[in-house]
């Protein structure tokens, strides 16, 4: 099943992928695309399937000319570049692993937790096991029915380690499948919905507004996503400026909403606008020239904080298997508490 990339997804699995460079030939093209590289990378990639590579175009791992390829029935033409990412893969079971789980609901069909930030969502190479994935199967144990015949919970979207906020999983192929077309429509239908709050460098204008930027990796990070002129995947996010410190604004909050569900999606687009989120070392540059303008309390509460202020304190969907609405908010973490309490000073 495709799961959809949700705003935070661990961009860090690619710091174990290999990269593929593969060009098509005389007499290879008018091939589906799918079987030409599943048969190109057979012989370099262990146990390589259709099954396989269709995750890796679903995943965004596959691209051409620095465009993301999607459609896996589409023909190859001779002298086309394609570049594959094929992370090195991981234990299709995860180990139970128990540790302190904050539990805001839970039934027999789904359970909504606070990701702490520092937790890594799912086991990928890099962050092998003691991920939430390996805590709600601790915690879970005869409860989960199984997600594709295993027992393990069902992950439908992700936030980054060092994003903090509201998560739903679920226990049985039935739930998961209904929230994935739920995420998978990005609230369109109406039926989810999304906030973050994040604490950002000056004050987006106007203070209402829309952001839209497709975003694919970056060619010169691979870890970073990038606003792209063609291709890329569609992007938009809503904002609201909550409030402002300093005159003029030195830091505000901004309250975001996702019309779509992107890696990185809020952090890219809030850092293209001029407003990068405080705490944020990949998208922020010039971290340190700007908080040497904070008061010096503010200045210890970010060096506290020790990652990017953002933190999913709203959401909402409908229940798979009931019908019926679920909505849930959050407070804000102590760390992004204690940052703003202290820029009242500014």
């Not at 012989?43 to 620095?66: F, H, N, P, T, Y």
């Not at 890329?232 to 779509?260: D, K, W």
């Amino acid at each position: 099943m495709n799961h959809p990339e949700d705003e935070e997804s661990d961009a860090e699995i690619e710091l174990a992928a290999t990269s593929y460079t593969i060009e098509v030939a005389e007499g290879e093209a008018g091939t589906r695309l799918d079987k030409y590289l599943t048969d190109a990378l057979a012989d370099k990639v262990e146990a390589m399937s259709r099954a396989r590579l269709k995750a890796l175009l679903e995943g965004g791992q596959i691209e051409i000319d620095g465009e993301i390829v999607e459609n896996a029935s589409q023909k190859v033409k001779v002298g086309q570049v394609y570049t594959i990412l094929v992370p090195v893969p991981v234990a299709a079971t995860p180990l139970g692993q128990a540790m302190p789980l904050e539990i805001v609901h839970e039934d027999d069909d789904l359970i909504v937790v606070m990701k702490p930030a520092g937790l890594v969502v799912h086991p990928a190479p890099g962050n092998p096991d003691w991920t939430l994935v390996n805590a709600l199967i601790a915690h879970c144990g005869d409860s989960l029915s199984g997600i594709g015949g295993e027992r393990r919970p069902g992950i439908v979207h992700r936030l980054d380690k060092d994003t903090s906020g509201l998560m739903v999983v679920a226990k049985n192929d039935f739930t998961h499948q209904g929230l994935a077309e739920q995420f998978a429509a990005h609230g369109r239908d109406g039926r989810l919905s999304r906030a973050y709050t994040a604490i950002v460098w000056g004050a987006p204008e106007p203070r209402l507004g829309t952001i839209e930027g497709n975003l694919a990796r970056s060619n010169r990070n691979r870890l970073k996503m990038a606003i792209t002129r063609s291709g890329g995947r569609e992007a938009i996010t809503h904002y609201e400026v909550r409030e402002r410190f300093g005159e003029p604004p030195l830091v505000s909050i901004v309250e975001c909403e996702l019309e779509t569900g992107r890696t990185h999606q809020i952090r890219v687009h809030l850092t293209s606008i001029g407003h990068p989120l405080l705490g944020d070392e990949i998208y922020g540059s010039g971290q340190r020239n700007r908080a040497v303008k904070l008061p010096e309390a503010a200045r210890e509460a970010l060096i506290a904080l020790n990652r990017q202020a953002l933190h999913a304190h709203h959401l909402g969907f409908e229940h798979p298997r009931s019908l019926e609405p679920m909505s849930f908010d959050s407070e804000l973490p102590e760390d992004m508490q204690r940052l703003i309490e202290t820029l009242d000073e500014i």
